[in-house]
Antibody, heavy 116, light 111 residues
């Protein structure tokens, strides 16, 4: 059974940093693109970033490019999102999801709150 | 403002048909597959439709979708109370550096 489990969400001050992780099981991460999607409280879904199988291709939402870094460790079946220079606008539930064209596999989400 | 345009709300009575539209452009819907997701409050989105009109196994055929040029639509027939949820369309967008774009979502209410 495919499972994606996010962790690392927390309350952080504006300007701070946070690293999210996504543990994958039930499939080999090395075979798939992986993505991050976020959802601000009461708002819609917003794609954040995606990464290809060998980390040679990464795409980012314009508003996070230069502040967020997506990475992966295929040996550990793990996906990460390093988030720097956080602002209130980054407050959201962050989901990891399998594939570039996101399909049926999503994690349960982890909440990031940026507030002083 | 979302790249893909959806109506904010749609409604119907049980048994009725509801259609949700999704409008894009040549960089997204016009040149890439459309997916649709259903989301209940506090839960992760669920895939309803992929590659424009294909349903994952186990999904009721009450859900159907189509695409024409730069627009797509999701139909829910035989509306049921458990269909009350938010629905999002999405597609890859080839403009700028490449990105996956979602519509703003449509809240379906079963009256």
């Amino acid at each position: 059974e495919v499972q994606l489990v996010e962790s690392g969400g927390d309350l952080v001050q504006p300007g701070g940093s946070l690293r999210l992780s996504c543990a994958a099981s039930g499939f080999s991460l090395s075979n798939y693109w992986m993505s991050w999607v976020r959802q601000a409280p009461g708002k819609g879904l917003e794609w954040v970033a995606c990464i290809n199988q060998d980390e040679s291709v990464k795409y980012y939402l314009d508003s996070v490019r230069g502040r967020f870094t997506i990475s992966r460790d295929n040996a550990k079946n793990s996906l990460s999102l390093q988030m720097n220079s956080l602002t209130a606008e980054d407050t959201a539930v962050y989901y990891c999801a399998r594939d570039r064209i996101i399909g049926g596999y999503w994690g349960q989400g982890t909440l990031v709150t940026v507030s002083s | 403002q979302s790249v893909l345009t959806q109506p904010p709300s749609a409604s119907g009575t049980p048994g009725q048909r509801v259609t949700i539209s999704c409008s894009g452009n040549s960089s997204n819907i016009g040149s890439n597959y459309v997916s649709w997701y259903q989301q209940f409050p506090g839960t992760a989105p669920k895939l309803l439709i992929y590659k424009n009109y294909l349903r994952p196994s186990g999904l009721p055929d009450r859900f159907s979708a189509s695409k024409s040029e730069t627009s797509a639509s999701l139909d829910i027939s035989g509306l049921r109370s458990e269909d009350e949820a938010d629905y999002y369309c999405a597609a890859w967008d080839d403009s700028l550096s490449g990105r996956y774009v979602f519509g703003a979502g449509t809240k379906v209410t079963v009256l």
